[in-house]
């Protein structure tokens, strides 16, 4: 070790000088990346396999991003900033003088910044040969590497563990619905997840652990791709590892979890930059949950195919991900039952579902049990064994390539006024051999070769990297020697760091959320005397931390949970962390006081200022804030550990920091809810009058889908410059009434391209600053928000790739 403390100066000194010849692997303390008239300062790996820097996905958007350089395309393997580009012009990425490696945009407004690592100390970031960035102190330690937060990819030498998963990034370059991660019972999994569904396809959950070649309840969660080709796991029975065809050393390659939800060993040839699959996850690409949408069938002819099943249409044409909705509704009155028919759907099957299972019945009887009940949308039934199996939605949709023993009819639930005849039915004509390998380009977003031929790469390719690699090393001697035994010792001190990467987390995680004693908190607030506002949830005030940080405590009332149960949910909030969701620092627990210590948002709610302060929130903030509200509810609903629904998105529950970036407040404090469990507790939560869906007012099944309403409402709020309860101020059904005329005339505005009368909507005191597409763009996805059929509303995943999509470059009026 003093040897290295001798040889570290002088290789810092010898930097500067390397980095002129060439593009250099290290980022020393002060030093950015950025754009200049088109140009990117980069970071190159020494063996100039891997570039890092800002990569460019749209005309003067880019992504803080590690790519192979020499790849077709330039395949990107990690991404800081998923679904928030930042602007080429001023936007940098910097290692700052404290240690922190920060990413902001044109404005000066943080995007990213590397999390996990204690950065005092910090000297230098470093692109490595392996295609991980990390972050280096003095003694050459490494306190941060880009390893252990995968995206999508997976490199040779990285590990996936239980604190990291891979999730999919779609053709919008923003994170998907799929995800490769252990489970709870320490299966390494492919799994579909969104509000709606959590869903295993991989491995097959049909069967057991021991029927897919798996080991349950591991003490260890721990996998990883090798340099030969060899994809292992600790749930792997027998340390079987999955092999590459291409198996053998010298061949880079890597496994990244593709748009379309499959998961695949991709390698290099070095000629011509191309890709090639060399193992794949799921070759019968149909029994990927949710390839097709809801209500979609996938099906081979011979290639993957998705279609609609009758008296169904496309939700949106060209994207399948949304799948397909009926062309008339069943409606669900007390007063009328709509009159329904079931059609035949053989060799069809929706996996998963389903509302209950009845044995021994007949077909009459199943077609009476989904008729009876509005909620379903159509029937399974087994000949034979007389098993009923009537399903909730229509998702998973796939035409069998065989038909199954004890062979399954899928009855799917019509309008009786649906015309259905000349449509023709799905049908069971064409069978995939083993050895074809469909192609599914039609449904994947990213241009690849999702389903080439998988073939054996030459040895001899391999010898030839070999070659090159050892005439590139041919350098100045002196140099050489010492850059060989300084990468020789941080090598082997990286191993120690691997080991202990899960057992930080861990520990950085318990350091951010603590318990306050209920003593701490009086002093804190001196004795609760600065009240910043209160709500239905209880009181917040001010205070000062001994640390010197400025906090709110929230003083909750109605607390009906035990001591155990208390503390339990607000550990699962605690984990929370999004730039657009107030931060929780801790809690109190003592005797009867129950209390939440949060983040001191400097400029309040977002009602103060919109309606009662003597400020004017220009257009450009009132999109921002719009664009912020939707990432943190979509996180909230598509991103979480455990899915949370609010039940309270208003605008006094919006703050606003001193950059006017929004931030959500009082998120779980409603009970929160696990995918696939019972939501029953949520109904005693009651929202703000105004805000509230239909379904919840009428006491109906609470979803995600309620906070999409109550986002709508925050939509026209900050359009309209008005709030809600002006257009109404008696019972829900009066102010809902009122709404529902409001809305109904916008979408007629919409529909007719009005678009002086659309402007005329817009809040006065912006004497017409605002841009006209944002304008409509706002208004369209409140007016789909604000749907009173819940399954029409958007997620708000879609809502903020709209918002994304939105068109920033027309001028202002």
Not at 459 to 466: D, H, L, R, S, V
Request: aromatic letters at 10%.
């Amino acid at each position: 070790m003093e040897t290295f403390s001798v040889i570290l100066p002088v290789l810092l000194s010898l930097l500067p000088l390397l980095s002129s010849a060439a593009p250099h692997d290290t980022l020393l303390l002060g030093q950015s990346l950025s754009v200049d008239n088109g140009q990117a300062d980069v970071l190159r790996s020494r063996d100039g396999t891997f570039t890092c820097g800002l990569y460019s996905i749209y005309t003067d958007a880019f992504t803080f991003s590690i790519w192979y350089t020499y790849s077709a395309n330039k395949t990107v393997v990690w991404t800081a900033n998923h679904g928030r580009p930042v602007h080429a012009r001023g936007a940098a990425v910097t290692l700052q003088k404290g240690g922190t490696l920060v990413l902001t945009d044109y404005n000066g407004a943080v995007v990213w910044q590397a999390e996990g690592g204690n950065s005092a100390g910090v000297q230098y970031a470093q692109l490595l040969d392996t295609g991980n960035l990390v972050m280096k102190n003095s003694s050459g330690i490494v306190v941060w590497q880009s390893f252990d937060s995968p995206t999508d990819t997976l490199l040779p030498t990285q590990r996936i563990s239980a604190a990291t998963e891979l999730v999919s990034t779609t053709g919008l370059h923003v994170p998907g619905h799929y995800i490769f991660h252990f489970t709870d019972s320490s299966i390494l999994s492919l799994i579909y997840d969104d509000a709606n569904f959590h869903e295993i396809y991989w491995p097959d959950p049909d069967n057991g652990e021991y029927q897919n070649n798996r080991n349950r309840y591991n003490s260890t969660r721990f996998g990883g791709l090798d340099d030969t080709g060899n994809f292992f796991s600790s749930d792997f029975a027998n340390q079987q590892a999955l092999v590459a065809s291409d198996q053998g050393l010298g061949i880079k390659r890597r496994l990244t979890l593709d748009p379309d939800g499959n998961l695949r060993i991709y390698s290099l040839n070095s000629s011509d930059g191309r890709w090639s699959v060399s193992w794949i996850a799921m070759s019968q690409p149909c029994n990927i949950h949710g390839l097709c949408g809801p209500n979609g069938i996938c099906r081979y002819l011979p290639a993957p195919t998705c279609s609609c099943p009758p008296g169904y249409v496309m939700n949106n044409p060209g994207n399948w991900s949304q799948g397909c909705r009926l062309v008339v509704d069943i409606t669900c009155t007390v007063e009328q039952a709509q009159p329904v028919k079931f059609l035949r759907l053989p060799g069809t099957d929706f996996w998963g579902s389903d509302q209950q299972h009845v044995d021994q019945v007949s077909l009459q009887g199943c077609k009476n049990i989904c008729r009876s009940d509005c909620t379903c949308k159509g029937f399974q039934y087994q000949q034979g064994t007389g098993s009923c199996y009537p399903k909730a939605s229509l998702f998973n949709g796939k035409a069998a390539t065989a038909p199954k023993k004890p062979f399954r009819t899928m009855y799917l639930k019509l309008p009786m006024s649906v015309n259905i005849s000349g449509i023709s039915i799905p049908r069971i004509d064409v069978l995939v051999s083993r050895d074809y390998h469909p192609d599914c380009r039609q449904i994947s977003e990213r241009p690849m070769e999702p389903f080439p031929d998988v073939h054996e790469a030459s040895q001899g390719g391999a010898k030839w990297i070999y070659f090159y690699g050892f005439a590139g090393v041919i350098f100045v001697l002196e140099v050489f020697f010492i850059a060989s035994a300084w990468c020789f010792v941080l090598r082997w001190e990286l191993g120690a760091s691997e080991i202990q990467a899960v057992e930080e987390g861990y520990k950085a995680i318990a350091s951010n959320f603590r318990r306050y004693g209920y003593k701490e908190l009086v002093k804190a607030t001196r004795k609760f005397k600065d009240e910043l506002g209160r709500g239905g949830s209880g009181i917040v005030y001010k205070g000062i931390l001994d640390d010197g940080r400025a906090v709110a405590v929230k003083m909750l009332e109605n607390i009906r949970y035990c001591e155990e149960e208390f503390q339990s949910e607000l550990r699962v909030i605690g984990r929370i962390n999004h730039m657009n969701l107030v931060r929780i620092w801790g809690f109190c627990s003592e005797s009867s006081h129950r209390m939440l210590v949060t983040e001191y948002i400097e400029n309040g709610s977002l009602a103060n200022i919109l309606f009662k302060d003597n400020i004017l929130l220009e257009w450009k903030q009132r999109f921002n804030i719009a664009l912020g509200v939707a990432k943190g509810l979509a996180y909230l609903h598509h991103e979480c550990l455990e899915w949370v629904i609010h039940c309270d998105v208003k605008l006094e529950n919006i703050l606003l920091d001193q950059n006017l970036e929004p931030k959500i407040a009082d998120f779980g404090l409603a009970k929160l809810l696990k995918r696939g469990g019972s939501n029953q507790n949520v109904s005693r939560v009651r929202g703000t009058v105004g805000y509230m869906a239909p379904e919840w007012i009428s006491s109906l099944h609470i979803t995600a889908k309620v906070d999409v309403y109550s986002y709508g409402v925050v939509l026209l709020e900050l359009v309209l410059g008005r709030q809600v309860l002006d257009l109404a101020v008696d019972a829900h059904e009066e102010v809902h009434m009122v709404l529902r005329e409001l809305v109904g005339r916008l979408a007629h505005l919409l529909e007719t391209g009005q678009i002086s009368s659309i402007n005329e909507v817009v809040d006065c005191r912006l004497s017409g600053h605002f841009n006209d597409s944002q304008v409509r763009t706002l208004i369209r996805v409140a007016v789909s928000c604000l749907d009173e059929e819940r399954s029409k509303r958007p997620t708000m995943e879609s809502v903020v790739q709209m918002l994304l999509l939105a068109d920033e470059s027309c001028s202002m009026r």
